[in-house]
């Protein structure tokens, strides 16, 4: 009884009685197949390996939120990588370092939403054009050589830990609070999921759709850019190649977190349970001893079935 | 052998809950042209897709040549050579004209390839039959409306229908083409073909119809013989003789002009549109379907760009860019077309009703859950919408309901200059003096409005003045006094 009453109102919170359900049903499989699988080691690492992600899937969130797609994470993650790497041989200081590199991802991401919303160009081909130039940008940058022998201090940014728990757990943490304020308590916010909902009705509604879209575009390239900035600290250099399949990791995410491609329904929380979904299939998989081609076809199956899930979810309901 | 080509009797439809045909006959003999005569949302567009298979019907039957026809898709109208020509073409643009016409039934060589030289030369025959001399490869793209029409009617011709429909034909033809049109119905009729024909247009319909039914809401009223009638008796029958309304009594219109409209052009849709609005008044706004009342509306609010012309808000000129500017300026609209533009269905109830106005909700910069609760139902309560939580999506709540939630939004937001496109469509009787009441309270307390609407009974209603249009410009503005009637707004409305 107790327990119905208390998954009922985890279902309200997540939006996904399933994915919840699933969620925990994987994790218990793989602490009974594995004890090492449990251990405050692993379970921290889980997290670390799928903050990353899980980070980025906060901007490919609002964009899918919005109706839109963004391609070209992955290559923001490997152009930003390049840039603050050859910033810091060349002695820029940490501190500005970190804000270059956000600030790149947001300046590629807001050139995305311009393309986007006042060039009406759709967003599945601004951003698969914009996968292209921003790879072969970072590539060009440093003629294809990954950057190595970055400065300790910029290490520390990863390794960082306070009373046992990894830097990557709080700023995971950070960023979903703030992103969870932003999305669900300010009129940005609101009018993301406006938009997605119905573009026509929002715009009528006195919504500025275009700049509201442009800013949305913005908030993903700074979130990949970010994210990079974290890739890098945690590698200790920087590769071209760098966040390779990103933009498909953090699409996983966002739909096995329950939002749904057509925009205007999801939530953030779910972003965040199905990039932790991701990283546990990973690591579990991996614990097992199952070879990563294998890994690939349980993680394809995984996302088919979540979205399968969800739509009988959908049906259910109506 | 019946006399009748179709015979469909008592044929009803139901729509969830709403009947918008019932018991209605109509026959169709060899080589008669029957029009098909009846307001906006007569039933008449319901009655020709029953008849092609689009719509099944609730109840009735359907005879062809005197034969019990089971029609449950259109194929099976195809089989009993039943043709339509839409108003929207069933083309692709990016085809040409012959793979057009034998799209699904195309010729093929002993090797199972289309046949294409064969495709080619009986498509050219069929367009010859309607005299239009171009070549059938050509994309349909390049071709004029007029054109495309003549394609439509071609393919039509090619699987030698017995039965052919015109949806509003002439909607979109000059005066030259419609000539043409019409010889080809004649000859179409001289070789035995039964049209269904259905226009506003009175003038022609005596030109080429024979016989004629008049329907109203949904209702049969009467078939007659065209050369026997005159248009006045037409005109009386559609909208009806003894409608019982009570006009609105009390009046709160003054004389400060809140917005005028000068001379205002949009594309070909729009000519010379001026008027003035004053506070507190109705101003209704009559007119066929386009008419370009609703492109008026959307030029007013800056949705579509208008080419020329001047806004005036309180006397002053103000340039309205987008419907966020017109927001600001007061002007809000409330389009006809709720499930697209009016509402977020797949949003709740206090998402939608707090949308426009959600800056009334912040506190300290975000938005405050409490107080969009408590505004929500506040709204809910006001407007009686009947829902049973704030957190129903707006999908499961009925036509009526989903109106008042649009008109929620908006009065929480507030304004000036309230534009309500098709107030009423597709609701029923009691919601529908709902929003008479609100509307009436809206004018009372100082605001002004603009009341888009097909139903002339609501016309007169609820106005103070009447606007009516017809082919993108304004053919009259009329006092709403005791003396006016349906019959003089329809005339205006058809441009006689």
Same mark, same amino acid.
């Given at each position: 009884m107790n327990k119905t009453i208390n998954l009922k109102s985890i279902q309200d919170l997540l939006k996904s009685y399933i994915l919840y359900f699933a969620f925990i049903i994987i994790f218990v499989i793989f602490s009974v197949l594995n004890k090492n699988f449990l251990s405050v080691n692993n379970v921290l690492n889980i997290i670390v390996q799928s903050s990353i992600i899980a980070i980025i899937a906060v901007g490919q969130t609002?964009?899918?939120? @919005? @109706?839109?797609?963004?391609? +070209?994470?992955?290559?923001?993650?490997?152009?930003?990588?390049?840039?603050?790497?050859?910033?810091?041989?060349?002695?820029?200081?940490?501190?500005?370092?970190?804000?270059?590199?956000? *600030?790149?991802? @947001?300046?590629?991401?807001? &050139?995305?939403?311009?393309?986007?919303?006042?060039?009406?160009?759709?967003?599945?081909?601004?951003?698969?054009?914009?996968?292209?130039?921003?790879?072969?940008?970072?590539?060009?940058?440093?003629?294809?050589?990954?950057?190595?022998?970055?400065?300790?201090?910029?290490?520390?940014?990863?390794?960082?830990?306070?009373?046992?728990?990894?830097?990557?757990?709080?700023? +995971?943490?950070?960023?979903?609070?703030?992103?969870?304020?932003?999305?669900?308590?300010?009129? &940005?916010?609101?009018?993301?999921?406006?938009?997605?909902?119905?573009?026509?009705?929002?715009?009528?509604?006195?919504?500025?759709?275009?700049?509201?879209?442009?800013?949305?575009?913005?908030? +993903?390239?700074?979130?990949?850019?970010?994210?990079?900035?974290?890739?890098?600290?945690?590698?200790?250099?920087?590769?071209?190649?760098?966040?390779?399949?990103?933009?498909?990791?953090?699409?996983?995410?966002?739909?096995?977190?329950?939002?749904?491609?057509?925009?205007?329904?999801?939530?953030?929380?779910?972003?965040?349970?199905?990039?932790?979904? *991701?990283?546990?299939?990973?690591?579990?998989?991996?614990?097992?001893?199952?070879? @990563?081609?294998?890994?690939?076809?349980?993680?394809? *199956?995984?996302?088919?079935?979540?979205? &399968?899930?969800?739509?009988?979810?959908?049906?259910?309901? +109506? | 052998m019946s006399d009748y080509l179709v015979e469909m009797k008592k044929i009803s439809k139901e729509f969830s809950g709403v009947w918008v045909l019932q018991d209605v006959d109509l026959s169709l003999k060899k080589g008669e042209a029957h029009v098909l005569l009846g307001e906006n949302g007569a039933g008449k567009s319901t009655l020709i897709k029953i008849l092609s298979g689009a719509y099944s019907k609730t109840s009735g039957e359907i005879y062809i040549n005197g034969e019990l026809a089971v029609i449950n898709n259109p194929s099976d109208a195809f089989e009993y050579k039943i043709g339509v020509i839409y108003q929207e073409f069933n083309l692709n643009t990016y085809m040409p004209i012959y793979e057009n016409m034998f799209l699904g039934k195309e010729y093929s060589n002993p090797l199972g390839l289309i046949d294409r030289r064969r495709c080619i030369a009986e498509a050219q025959k069929a367009l010859a039959r309607v005299g239009l001399e171009i070549s059938a490869k050509r994309l349909v793209k390049t071709l004029s409306v007029a054109q495309m029409q003549l394609v439509e009617i071609a393919k039509a011709l090619m699987s030698n229908v017995q039965i052919l429909v015109f949806d509003e034909p002439t909607a979109t033809l000059t005066e030259n083409e419609i000539k043409k049109l019409f010889q080809i119905i004649q000859e179409l009729k001289a070789n035995g073909v039964g049209i269904i024909y259905i226009s506003h247009r009175m003038k022609e319909l005596k030109e080429i119809g024979d016989r004629c039914t008049v329907l109203r809401d949904g209702k049969y009223i009467d078939t007659v013989n065209l050369n026997e009638v005159e248009d006045c008796d037409l005109i009386h029958m559609m909208v009806g003789r003894n409608v019982e309304f009570e006009k609105r009594t009390s009046h709160y219109a003054n004389n400060d002009e809140v917005l005028r409209v000068e001379e205002m052009q949009y594309a070909g849709l729009l000519k010379d549109i001026s008027f003035t609005l004053r506070r507190g008044e109705i101003l209704g706004v009559a007119g066929l379907v386009g008419s370009g009342r609703t492109e008026m509306a959307k030029c007013i609010i800056g949705e579509y760009k208008a080419n020329s012309g001047d806004i005036y808000i309180k006397g002053k000129k103000t340039k309205i860019k987008d419907p966020c500017d017109a927001i600001k300026n007061g002007i809000v609209y409330l389009s006809e077309d709720r499930k697209n533009e009016g509402l977020t269905l797949k949003h709740d109830v206090k998402t939608n009703a707090t949308l426009p106005g959600l800056d009334k909700c912040i506190h300290r910069g975000l938005i405050s859950l409490n107080k969009e609760k408590d505004c929500a139902n506040q709204l809910v309560n006001q407007f009686n919408i009947k829902t049973s939580s704030l957190n129903m999506l707006i999908k499961y709540l009925s036509g009526g309901n989903q109106q008042k939630v649009v008109i929620a939004k908006w009065v929480y937001k507030g304004a000036d200059i309230y534009i309500f496109d098709e107030p009423t469509r597709g609701i029923d009787v009691g919601a529908r003096q709902e929003i008479y009441n609100i509307i009436d309270s809206l004018v009372k307390e100082g605001a002004s409005i603009i009341m888009i609407s097909s139903d002339l009974v609501e016309v007169i209603k609820m106005s103070d003045r009447v606007l009516v249009m017809n082919q993108g410009t304004i053919s009259g503005c009329l006092e709403n006094d005791i003396n006016l009637c349906q019959e003089t707004i329809l005339n205006y409305a058809i441009g006689r």
């Open positions: 609002m964009v899918i939120l @919005s @109706s839109g797609i963004d391609l +070209s994470v992955g290559s923001i993650v490997g152009a930003v990588g390049i840039g603050i790497g050859l910033l810091m041989i060349a002695g820029v200081s940490i501190p500005v370092v970190v804000l270059v590199g956000v *600030l790149m991802g @947001s300046l590629i991401g807001l &050139f995305n939403g311009v393309i986007i919303s006042y060039g009406r160009v759709p967003s599945f081909i601004a951003t698969l054009g914009m996968m292209g130039i921003a790879r072969g940008f970072g590539l060009a940058l440093n003629e294809g050589k990954p950057v190595a022998g970055l400065p300790m201090e910029f290490e520390k940014i990863a390794s960082t830990s306070l009373g046992g728990i990894p830097s990557f757990v709080f700023y +995971s943490i950070i960023i979903y609070l703030i992103m969870y304020v932003v999305l669900e308590r300010t009129k &940005f916010g609101r009018y993301i999921y406006a938009i997605g909902g119905n573009r026509d009705a929002a715009r009528l509604s006195g919504v500025k759709v275009k700049f509201i879209e442009t800013l949305v575009y913005g908030f +993903s390239g700074l979130f990949a850019g970010l994210g990079s900035v974290l890739l890098t600290a945690r590698l200790n250099y920087a590769t071209p190649v760098a966040g390779t399949g990103y933009e498909l990791d953090t699409i996983a995410a966002v739909v096995i977190g329950g939002t749904a491609l057509s925009g205007g329904q999801g939530k953030i929380v779910g972003t965040l349970v199905g990039a932790l979904m *991701l990283g546990i299939l990973r690591n579990g998989l991996t614990i097992l001893n199952v070879s @990563s081609f294998f890994q690939q076809i349980i993680i394809g *199956l995984v996302i088919i079935i979540a979205v &399968f899930a969800d739509n009988l979810n959908e049906k259910k309901n +109506s | -």
